[in-house]
């Protein structure tokens, strides 16, 4: 089997690099002939105002990357094309590429893009449905992505033009859905439930289990959305001390560090590279996923179970799907302090209670999260996407680039 994957990386590296990576290597060790195709948002600070009007127009279509990915079709002939992320320089057209070939394509939905442009449903670090409840253009009066009204703008008007290009529905096969939570929001935003499957990430190499229980642990983007907030908060309120380590970086670190002025217990230790991530994971005797938006799938639970570590979560969207109350981890409120500090400080004094939570931790990760499974689950549906596909073509399904998608470069 041949597959091309696409992939348009962030400014900063996140979660979907690692992800992408991961099935990259993936694929290749089991003998799958991967080609890439990737561009990078990384762009001068200074765009002239031309700049930024062509960057808007690109976003919802580029006409250069439906003729490079057209070339890269008719010289490389995939089997199938498997799409991670075209925002903003790859753009939607590359399905209707992908279409006009007859060749199936595969969309991993990291996020909820397609139904809020933020792609979190979060405002002012709370969540917000309006935009699935009312349509994506509520967001533009928030300014819902990088805070900028103009920016959020092209962004829905990106979803706007290609839900009514039938892009999503007709360009795409298959979907690929982290969570059963964030399936149900795609559901429920009308996309066909028959071309949503749930496929996990996974944690490729195995870490191995962990060595020791000396602290909790944060291990995440220092965002509003993220609860950090909370959890300074939440130390604060503890009766007695147990040693806190926050390992990422982000626009709160100088204000949570001012927060916890004070907090001996607390340690900033910053970003640090994947491996060094890991080996912190495995000392710690929980860790504490204190999100106040909807996550889909954060790959810091999966390390974690990895490691034999149970998790500590609010009880929100995916995570409380994830993370199996009293079996790999406990739950608390979202946004609440006191049942934070309530739930850490009957972790911390219940050790034995923790390790038995940390080896269900462990089997989940051997059910569920590992490479091979992994592998299994991405071929299967790669499999009935090329099975059906394979009847439609026998039926002489024909693909056109939509007139309405034309914009100069």
């Known amino acids: 089997m041949k597959v091309l994957l696409i992939h348009n990386s962030y400014r900063y590296r996140g979660g979907e690099e690692i992800v992408y990576d991961q ?41 250069s990357t ?12 995939p089997d199938i ?45 709370h969540v ?12 533009v009066r928030h300014g819902c992505y990088r805070n900028s009204k103009s920016a959020t703008a092209v962004v829905a008007l990106m979803v706007t033009a290609h839900q009514w290009a039938g892009t999503w529905t007709d ?18 935003a ?42 300074i908060a939440a130390w604060k309120l503890l009766q007695s001390p147990i040693p806190l380590l926050i390992v990422g970086d982000g626009p709160l670190r100088d204000e949570l560090q001012e927060r916890a002025a004070g907090l001996e217990t607390v340690k900033f230790c910053g970003q640090v590279e994947r491996p060094q991530a890991l080996s912190i994971l495995k000392k710690a005797r929980f860790l504490v996923m204190p999100s106040e938006c909807y996550e889909n799938f954060p790959c810091a639970i999966a390390e974690a179970y990895a490691c034999g570590v149970p998790v500590l979560a609010s009880a929100l969207g995916s995570l409380g799907e994830l993370v199996l109350a009293q079996h790999t981890g406990l739950h608390f409120r979202a946004g609440d302090p006191k049942d934070l500090a309530q739930c850490a400080a009957w972790a911390w004094s219940h050790p034995e209670a923790l390790g038995t939570m940390g080896l269900r931790a462990r089997s989940e990760f051997e059910n569920r ?14 499999d009935r996407v090329l099975a059906d596909r394979g009847h439609a073509c026998k039926n002489g399904r024909q693909a056109n680039t939509p007139s309405a998608m034309v914009c100069a470069e």
Request: aromatic share 10%.
């Open 171 to 188: 360009c795409i096969d298959a979907y690929i859905s982290l969570s059963q939570f964030a399936r149900s929001k795609f559901l429920a």
């Open 66 to 77: 439906w003729q490079e990915v057209r070339d890269l079709l008719n010289s490389e002939h």
């Open 128 to 139: 917000c449905e309006e935009c699935l409840e009312s349509g994506v253009w509520h967001s």
């Open 369 to 382: 999260y590992t490479a091979e499974k992994n592998y299994s689950l991405l071929m299967d549906i790669y």
């Open 81 to 125: 094309v498997h799409v991670h992320n075209t925002l903003f320089r790859i753009s939607p057209s590359v399905y209707w590429a992908c279409k006009a070939a007859g060749v199936p394509v595969v969309q991993t939905l990291h996020n909820f893009r397609l139904l809020c442009p933020g792609g979190q449903f979060v405002r002012s670090s």
């Open 190 to 231: 009308g996309l066909p439930a028959a071309k949503i499957f749930v496929k996990p990430n996974f944690v490729d190499p195995d870490p191995g289990m962990g060595e020791g229980q000396e602290y909790a642990l944060f291990l995440g983007r220092l965002n509003p959305e993220k609860g950090v907030r909370s959890l």
């Open 23 to 63: 099935e990259v290597r993936l694929l290749r060790s089991h003998g799958v002939r991967v080609v890439e195709y990737r561009r990078n948002n990384e762009l001068p600070d200074d765009l002239s105002i031309t700049d930024r009007l062509k960057l808007a127009c690109t976003t919802v279509w580029s006409g």
